[in-house]
């Protein structure tokens, strides 16, 4: 049973940093594509960034230069760094598995990240 649970969330001043995990388990990791999602009140949900099985990244234009995605395949954990924090960036993060049908699926339960003007 595939398995992701995230963590890193919370309360932080605009301009702030934080750091989410996401650890997996249920799967063979380093063989799928990973991705961050966020869904703010109201909004729908979107891709923040995702990483290739070989370390190929996207990001949302929205995050550019401020947000970086990585992953470590020994630990099953994807990472995204948040840097230069805006009120804006306030959502619930999920992480996600991308099947070889592009879709993404197994998401995890969400961390929350507030950010203060």
């Known amino acids: 049973q595939v398995q992701l649970v995230e963590s890193g969330g919370g309360l932080v001043q605009a301009g702030g940093s934080l750091r989410l995990s996401c650890a997996a388990s249920g799967l063979i990791f380093r063989l799928y594509p990973m991705g961050w999602h966020r869904q703010a009140p109201g909004k729908q949900r979107e891709l923040v960034a995702d990483?290739?099985?070989?370390?190929?990244?996207n990001y949302a234009d929205s995050v550019k230069g401020r947000f970086t995605i990585s992953r470590d395949n020994a630990k099953n954990t994807v990472y995204l760094q948040m840097n230069s924090l805006k009120p804006e960036d306030t959502a619930v993060y999920y992480c996600?598995?991308?099947?070889?049908?592009?879709?993404?699926?197994?998401w995890g339960q969400g961390t929350q990240v507030t950010v203060s003007s």
């Open positions: 990483i290739s099985t070989g370390g190929m990244i």
């Open positions: 996600a598995v991308r099947l070889p049908s592009g879709r993404w699926n197994y």
